[in-house]
C-alpha cells in the first residue's frame, strides 16, 4: 500500500477555542494582518474574538475587510501591498473560502516578489508569511488545504494556487461562528464539502487513509441533509457536524485533489455568478452516473453513506437544496472547452473526453 499523507496545521475545535488557545497566536509575531469578507465576521462574533484574543495577547492588528467571493488575482495583489505596508507577521483570514483563499495567496505575495505566473505554477517559495485560518462557512475545507483558488480573468476561470507552504499554521473551528448563515449559502457550502468528500473518493490520486475520511465526512453530512431539505433552522451540535465533516472532506482533497466536477464548475461560477457549492452541486448527480458505468460499487458506498436510495434520489435532493439552472448549447460547448484543459481531468477516473464533458453538461443544464 504505496502513499504519503502531510497535514502540518494544527486543527483546533470547539466553542470559544481561539480564546482558550490564544497563546498559540504569540507564536506567529506581533503585528497581525487580519483579512476578511464585507459583513459577515463583524456579525457571526469571529471579528470580536480574534481581536480580543490577539490584543490580549500583545499583537498589533490591522484590518482589511474587503475581499469578495471567488477572490481575484489583482484583488489579492493589491491586499498584499496593504499586508506588506502594515509590517505584518502573520495573516489570519475569517470567512468562508473567499478570505482564507486570498489570504493564503497575501502570505505568498506579501512576503517576496511573486509574479502572478510564478504564482499559480511554483510549489515552493522562498519566504510565505504565516497563516491563521478560522472557517466560518462549512465549507471549503480551505483550512486544512494547501490551496488558493482565485479568477484568473486573463483565462477566463479560477486557477489555482498549490504550495504546502500555505497550508494555515492554526485552523480554528469554532461551530458558533456559523450559526446565522443563511439557508441558500449553508446549503450551498454543505455541497461543496459533500462535493469534496465524493470527489476525493473517487480520485485518481486517492489515497486509503482519505477515502476513510471521505466516507465518514459523506455520512455526518447524510445525517443533516433532511434537515436542510425541510429548511430547519439548524441546531449547535447539527452546525458543529458540518464543520467538522468539511474539514474532513478538506483533509480528503488536500492529499488527492478534485476532480471534474470542479472542473466544470468554475466556468459556471465564471461566466454564470453561481456560487461555488451550488456551480458543484448541480453536476454531482450526472457525474456519479458518469463513474458509474465504470465504478458502480463504489458510487453505491457513497449513496449509502448519504442514506439515500439512489444516484436520482441524489439528485432530486440536490435539486431541493439549491434550485436548477439552464445553459444555451453554446454555453454547454465553450464550458466543455474550458473544462478539458483543467488540471483535475487528468485526476478523474474514467478520465473523460471533452464529448463526456459536453454530455455531462448538457444532461444536466440543456434548456
Ligand atoms: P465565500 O465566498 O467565502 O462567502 C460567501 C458568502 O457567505 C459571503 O457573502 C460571505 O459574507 C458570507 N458568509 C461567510 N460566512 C458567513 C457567516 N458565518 N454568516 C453569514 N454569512 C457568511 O464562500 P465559500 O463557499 O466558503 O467559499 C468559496 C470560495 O472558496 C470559492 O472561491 C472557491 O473556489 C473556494 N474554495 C477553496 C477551496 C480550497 O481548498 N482552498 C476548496 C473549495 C472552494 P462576507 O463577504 O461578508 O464575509
Ligand atoms: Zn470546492
Redesign the pocket.
Known amino acids: 500500500m504505496k502513499f504519503t499523507f502531510y497535514l502540518p496545521t494544527r486543527i483546533i475545535s470547539g466553542a470559544h477555542c481561539v480564546w482558550e488557545h490564544r497563546a498559540l497566536l504569540k507564536e506567529l509575531g506581533t503585528r497581525a494582518f487580519i483579512m476578511?469578507?464585507?459583513?459577515?465576521?463583524e456579525?457571526?462574533g469571529?471579528f470580536a474574538e480574534m481581536t480580543e484574543a490577539l490584543s490580549a495577547e500583545g499583537i498589533e492588528w490591522v484590518h482589511f475587510n474587503a475581499?469578495?467571493?471567488?477572490?481575484s488575482l489583482t484583488e489579492v495583489r493589491a491586499a498584499a501591498e496593504e499586508a506588506k505596508a502594515s509590517g505584518a507577521d502573520f495573516i489570519v483570514a475569517l470567512?468562508?473560502?473567499?478570505?482564507?483563499?486570498a489570504a493564503?495567496a497575501v502570505a505568498v505575495l506579501a512576503a517576496g516578489d511573486v509574479s502572478d505566473q510564478q504564482l499559480l505554477s511554483q510549489r515552493k517559495f522562498e519566504r510565505v508569511l504565516p497563516l491563521v485560518a478560522v472557517?466560518?462557512?462549512a465549507?471549503?475545507?480551505?483550512e486544512v488545504?494547501?490551496?488558493?483558488?482565485?479568477?484568473n480573468d486573463a483565462l477566463q476561470t479560477?486557477s489555482f494556487l498549490n504550495s504546502e507552504q500555505v497550508y494555515p499554521r492554526f485552523a480554528f473551528l469554532d461551530g458558533r461562528?456559523?450559526?446565522?448563515?443563511?439557508q441558500a449559502?449553508t446549503a450551498?457550502?454543505v455541497v461543496?464539502a459533500l462535493s469534496?468528500a465524493a470527489e476525493g473518493y473517487l480520485a485518481v490520486r486517492a489515497i486509503p487513509l482519505g477515502r476513510t475520511l471521505a466516507l465518514e465526512s459523506l455520512r455526518l453530512i447524510g445525517t443533516i441533509l433532511p434537515a436542510l431539505a425541510e429548511k430547519h433552522a439548524l441546531t449547535l451540535e447539527q452546525r458543529e457536524t458540518l464543520l467538522y465533516a468539511s474539514m474532513l472532506a478538506?483533509i480528503v482533497?488536500?492529499q488527492s485533489g478534485?476532480t471534474a466536477v470542479?472542473a466544470m464548475g468554475?466556468s459556471l461560477?465564471y461566466f454564470k455568478g453561481l456560487?461555488?457549492?451550488m456551480a458543484n452541486g448541480l453536476l454531482l448527480a450526472e457525474y456519479f452516473r458518469f463513474i458509474q458505468q465504470n465504478r458502480a460499487e463504489e458510487i453505491q458506498q457513497i449513496v449509502d453513506a448519504l442514506r439515500l436510495q439512489s444516484i436520482d434520489a441524489f439528485g432530486n435532493m440536490l435539486e431541493t437544496l439549491l434550485g436548477k439552472i439552464t445553459l444555451t448549447a453554446e454555453e454547454v460547448e465553450r464550458f466543455a472547452s474550458i473544462a478539458i484543459n483543467a488540471g483535475n481531468i487528468l485526476n478523474t477516473n474514467p478520465q473523460p473526453s471533452k464529448e463526456d464533458l459536453h454530455n455531462m453538461l448538457s444532461n444536466c443544464f440543456a434548456k
Do not use: C, F, R
Request: glycine share 14%; hydrophobic share 15%; aromatic share 6%.
Open positions: 476578511t469578507g464585507k459583513k459577515s465576521a456579525k457571526n469571529s475581499v469578495t467571493p471567488n477572490p470567512g468562508g473560502g473567499s478570505p482564507m483563499d493564503k472557517p466560518t462557512t465549507g471549503t475545507g480551505s488545504t494547501p490551496y488558493s483558488i482565485l479568477t479560477k461562528y456559523t450559526m446565522e448563515l443563511p449559502i450551498a457550502t461543496d469534496h478538506g482533497i488536500s478534485t470542479h468554475y461560477t456560487d461555488h457549492g
